[in-house]
């Protein structure tokens, strides 16, 4: 299964943009890149995904590298609500099993 | 429209007895994967029920099973209880089993201890 690498843990200021990296080097031309936070003591939260183009909705933006080795997920104004961890994953077409990674504990400062 | 519900919320058992979980995915979904939460593994994948029918399986001993009902709710069972069974225990659902495409919805929890 192809594996995603994330930092353990980012601060950003409230109000501020969020840029949170996402590596997965061996990603095959299947897989869906997701990203999923989890507030604490929620299940976890769907935020955004992509195949190859960068995607926006009213979440966040999702910027993928060109060869999709990488992605950047974007939150453009951080709130204290926005404070959670930012699970990075790759699901492939063809079925539901998601494999989470340990994530990026992100911590919004006032 | 209601999302997935999870019952119960909280559960205490002892070593050895037997739990039944239940989730009740959105309406409309026919999907429903479950998902184990430790602090020391994180989020593991369990299974993946369709249309009644388990389609995908993660690395867990036997003692963790599960069924899909006609009207798409969900039971994971787990037999012979270990003190490392102690975890959160999410469903997640979603409309279609080709789900790389698709967002999936996750219930609160159920939230297992194990004395």
Request: hydrophobic share 30%.
């Amino acid at each position: 299964d192809a594996k995603t690498t994330q930092p353990n843990s980012m601060e950003s200021n409230e109000e501020e943009p969020v840029h949170l990296p996402c590596n997965h080097s061996t990603i095959s031309g299947t897989d869906y890149i997701h990203w999923y936070r989890q507030l604490p003591s929620q299940g976890p939260e769907y935020v955004i995904h992509g195949l190859t183009s960068n995607v926006n909705n009213r979440m966040a933006s999702l910027a993928i590298a060109e060869d999709r080795k990488s992605s950047t997920l974007i939150l453009h104004r951080a709130t204290l609500r926005d404070a959670a961890v930012y699970y990075c994953i790759l699901s492939r077409g063809d079925n539901n099993d998601m494999r989470f990674g340990a994530g990026t504990r992100l911590t919004v400062k006032p | 429209k209601a999302g997935v519900t999870q019952t119960p919320r909280y559960l205490i058992k002892t070593r050895g007895q037997q739990v039944t979980l239940s989730c009740s995915p959105i309406s409309g979904h026919r999907s429903v994967s479950w998902y184990q939460q430790t602090p020391g593994q994180g989020l593991q994948f369990l299974f993946e029920y369709f249309s009644e029918t388990q389609r995908n399986k993660g690395n867990f001993p036997g003692r963790f099973s599960g069924r899909q009902f006609s009207n798409s709710r969900s039971e994971m069972n787990v037999s012979t209880l270990e003190l490392g069974d102690s975890a959160l225990y999410l469903c997640a659902s979603s409309w279609t089993l080709f789900g790389g495409a698709y967002e999936q919805y996750f219930g609160p929890g159920t939230r297992l201890t194990v004395t």
